[in-house]
């Protein structure tokens, strides 16, 4: 009987493990997998030191290339251990079933005549290369993803098996094989080697099929028992392992779910997407193929080696010209002001795709303001998503109600709203009819003006509404009504959702080629004290993780770029992370996640996110692009004119030249970053403000010394004891400001128990930041500039950020600095773009990495080739 095994690859590379299997045993022993983390991180070297400083995460981390670290090679876990990622790895996880030790050959045994002896060394070489004294070890780059280090050396290769005396196995055929304990479900394989040991034991090579729940899904996400996974997982096992044959139905995917289910035919299991462990990815199943025979070969997987780089060549850089973009539509979903879907439009258009943001929707008003003047295109909604998305399904209903649009599986059923009798003429339909009372006043619908759904009158009655101006009246009086009192109005409703329908004002399923955003998800927030660990999905905070996924299954883009904090792969065992992953595995798309720092990409700030992406069977999945440099704030805000506390411009014109690249690339305008035919200048600097602090930390600020790592600390009348901890020292009388306050404040002194050096800490020129927050109060956080008697401005954030300089923000400045501090670094979304836009038009390979052109995102070389000093 085998024994029991553990088997649970979760979220992202496996790790290499040890087999204790020789010729002389029947049996095969192997630790079990390592729990795998939920997401590949992409970082440099200074990104990790920024890691480490921010104490952002608490767990070692792999690079972009995701080779396997030494120390993790070939170490034994215990059996009973999760599968959890270490520094470099690759995750390699086994699905390895064990014997039961039998030597009795009538229980299994090869029949028939064994493969060809040069057949079998050109098919299997590995099997054949023992020499005396020596143990032949696997490639650490295995094409066939076993997570042996060991090879079993052959005696010979045979096609079909029989075992327990009763089942015939050939090669290729599929199995269930035992799994060592009576509570634990069968595996599944498909055989892709039969051979006999120098010693004569039978083995079989399994190429092991996932369920959904032994994929890093888990149990986040119920997927269909009867759907399975193929993967590139293989491993040995004795011959007696196997327990019977399977019928396993290769199906495609589909996001018609109805027409896939149709498609399904009787089977055991069904299989419609290859799982590969690096950065838990999904993906459309290779061609099949009925190899006669690479050591490799199997009847579904083709070699893919998910750790390979695409390079781009000469050829590629030069066909990247934005006039011949093909144009695509994206819809940003929690938009804030616009980073990521800026940058992710920029990058698009550098590969040579023009992909513009149509439709956007967030609820800060600020923001939606910030937006709409930088992307005058866009159709922008101040409203909550959630809101949106019931609207856009009201709206298909009104386009099918209307004859716009046929849907066969939307009954619109809106004839209870209008009068059936109704026969509306055009503005003079009422122009006979006089009111005879002469006491009430007649309202008439001069034209419909917005719709939305939701409260818009603070009712308490929510549903779909029309913005509505009457005749006679001026647009100070116009209203938002219910349809429900708009029976008599048939004619004008038409008239504005076909106006609308022809503009595309709102998009109905297959007009979003790409939706991208980053649904706030506080409840796992570590600020939240009262989260629930148990059903994260069950907290209202976290509601929006739903309404995203909500938005893809009715709108079904052909891709799909959803970013979120790294809390989502952490909290509660990554219990969200999974679920996301889930519910596009359940949409039938293709899925990829990852890590990627900010500060691997060119900016001084480490801000570590996740990110995922999806998309429809008949696309490319797109790849994460691996780093490319760093630098430091000496390389972002040294040049910018220099303004001092109580300075409230919103703008002011440039005063010194750019010195490093960073500077040169961020004061382009934006036809100069697109290469557009006579480009403009961009002449203007916005936003470069700071928060004006009051009378008392002003009088702080201006004490800090203006060096490196200076802080509160360096205050008279207060001293740090060995430890690290701050105290007050008794030799010195306490100090207080004009106003009667102390210049240390107490709170700056209890902060993280008296050991942070945060509060009023200036940031020095060769430093990079955690992260750009919200907030630009200098009481816990490094925000001061290094060298004047203020905090960091507006732009100086955004830059910190990689917003453009031309990116101009509206609202108060408290607000102003919210929606830098909310945005997705642009450089990072640019990358992502870039990838997409490649994917978009077929012109990469399904690798999980991308090299980016160097130079990128200059590699047109719009950029002076003179620069005076490097960014870092």
């Not at 295995?142 to 090669?171: F, K, P, W």
Request: net charge negative; with cysteine.
């Amino acid at each position: 009987m085998p024994s029991k095994r553990k088997k649970k690859p979760l979220l992202t590379m496996p790790s290499k493990r040890k087999k204790k299997a020789t010729a002389s045993s029947s049996s095969s022993k192997s630790a079990s997998p390592k729990k795998l983390k939920l997401t590949e991180e992409l970082s440099t070297e200074e990104a990790q030191k920024s890691s480490r400083r921010a104490d952002t995460l608490n767990e070692p981390r792999a690079t972009g290339s995701g080779q396997r670290s030494e120390e993790d090679r070939g170490a034994k876990k215990s059996r009973d251990s999760k599968l959890k990622r270490t520094e470099g790895e690759t995750q390699k996880s086994s699905r390895r079933a064990s014997g039961n030790g039998s030597d009795d050959e009538a229980d299994a045994k090869f029949i028939g005549k064994p493969v060809p002896p040069e057949e079998a060394r050109q098919r299997w070489p590995k099997r054949y290369e023992k020499k005396k004294g020596k143990k032949v070890v696997q490639s650490e780059r295995s094409t066939a993803e076993c997570a042996s280090d060991e090879v079993i050396q052959a005696r010979c290769h045979y096609t079909i098996a029989l075992v327990d005396g009763r089942v015939l196995y050939n090669l290729y055929d599929d199995a269930h094989v035992h799994a060592g304990n009576e509570e634990e479900a069968n595996y599944i394989c498909k055989i892709v080697e039969m051979f006999e040991s120098v010693d004569g034991t039978p083995y079989f090579t399994a190429q092991w099929y996932y369920r959904g729940r032994d994929t890093v899904i888990e149990k986040a996400f119920d997927i269909n028992p009867k759907r399975v996974f193929y993967s590139e997982v293989q491993d040995d096992n004795p011959l007696d392992c196997l327990i019977e044959k399977l019928n396993i139905e290769r199906v495609p995917l589909n996001v018609d779910l109805e027409a896939k289910r149709q498609s399904i035919p009787v089977c055991d299991y069904y299989c419609d997407a290859l799982y590969l462990l690096p950065y838990s990815t999904f993906m459309n199943l290779p061609e099949e193929k009925k190899l006669a025979g690479s050591e490799t070969s199997s009847t579904i997987s083709s070699e893919i080696d998910i750790n390979e780089v695409s390079e781009v060549n000469s050829k590629l850089v030069e066909d990247c010209k934005v006039e011949e973009c093909n144009e695509a539509t994206l819809l940003d979903i929690y938009s804030g002001c616009g980073a990521m879907s800026t940058g992710l439009c920029v990058g698009a258009q550098l590969s040579g795709l023009n992909l513009v943001t149509k439709w956007a929707v967030d609820l800060n008003e600020h923001a939606c303001d910030s937006l709409k003047l930088n992307h005058p295109e866009t159709e922008v909604r101040n409203e909550a998503a959630d809101d949106y998305l019931s609207l856009l399904k009201e709206w298909q209903k009104l386009c099918v109600y209307f004859d716009l649009i046929r849907h066969e599986g939307v009954q619109p059923e809106l004839d209870i709203y209008f009068d059936e009798d109704e026969e509306e003429e055009d503005d003079d339909e009422s122009s006979n009819e006089e009111d005879d009372s002469g006491d009430s006043e007649i309202f008439e619908v001069e034209k419909i003006l917005a719709i939305c759904y939701g409260d818009p009158k603070k009712t308490g009655k929510r549903g779909l509404y029309f913005k509505v101006h009457w005749k006679g009246y001026t647009a100070d009086d116009d209203t938002w009504e219910p349809i429900q009192g708009l029976g008599n109005c048939k004619e004008r409703i038409k008239r504005f959702v076909t106006d609308k329908f022809k503009l595309k004002s709102l998009p109905l399923p297959g007009d979003v080629d790409v939706i991208c955003g980053g649904p706030p998800c506080q409840g796992i927030s570590g600020f939240n004290r009262f989260r629930d660990k148990d059903n994260p999905l069950n907290d209202e905070k976290n509601k929006q993780l739903l309404v995203f996924m909500d938005f893809v299954q009715f709108l079904k883009p052909k891709y799909v770029l959803m970013e979120n904090v790294v809390d989502l792969v952490k909290f509660s065992d990554g219990y969200l992370g999974r679920y996301a992953l889930g519910r596009l595995v359940e949409m039938n798309y293709q899925v990829r996640m990852g890590l990627m720092a900010a500060g691997a990409y060119g900016l001084p700030q480490f801000r570590m996110r996740v990110f995922l992406w999806g998309a429809q069977p008949a696309e490319i999945l797109p790849s994460l692009p691996l780093p490319t440099h760093d630098v430091v704030v000496r390389g972002v805000i040294p040049n910018l004119f220099e303004v001092d506390n109580f300075e409230n411009r919103d703008e002011m014109p440039y005063n010194k030249q750019p010195i490093t690249e960073f500077q040169q690339l961020i004061r382009l305008s934006k036809d100069e970053l697109l290469s557009s035919p006579n480009p403009s200048k961009q002449l203007v600097l916005y936003d470069h403000q700071p928060l004006i602090l009051n009378s008392d930390d002003y009088q702080r600020v201006c004490r800090i010394p203006k060096r490196k790592g200076a802080n509160f600390r360096d205050l008279p009348g207060v001293r740090v004891r060995p430890d690290n901890i701050v105290e007050w020292d008794p030799n010195v009388e306490r100090v207080y400001l004009d106003s009667g306050k102390p210049l240390v404040p107490d709170y700056a002194m209890s902060f993280v128990k008296g050991s942070s050096s945060k509060p009023f800490r200036r940031l020095w020129w060769d430093e990079t930041v955690p992260t750009v927050v919200t907030r630009a109060e200098p009481h816990n956080q490094a925000i001061l500039h290094p060298e004047q008697d203020r905090v960091l401005t507006i732009r100086e954030n955004a830059r910190l950020q990689g917003f453009p300089d031309y990116y101009k923000l509206s609202g108060p400045v408290k607000e102003r600095y919210i929606q830098v501090g909310n945005a997705v670094a642009v450089p990072v979304s640019r990358a992502l773009g870039y990838t997409l836009g490649l994917a978009y038009q077929g012109r990469t390979n399904n690798e999980a990495l991308f090299k980016l052109p160097p130079k990128f995102p200059d590699f047109l070389g719009r950029l002076s080739s003179t620069s005076s000093e490097t960014d870092s």
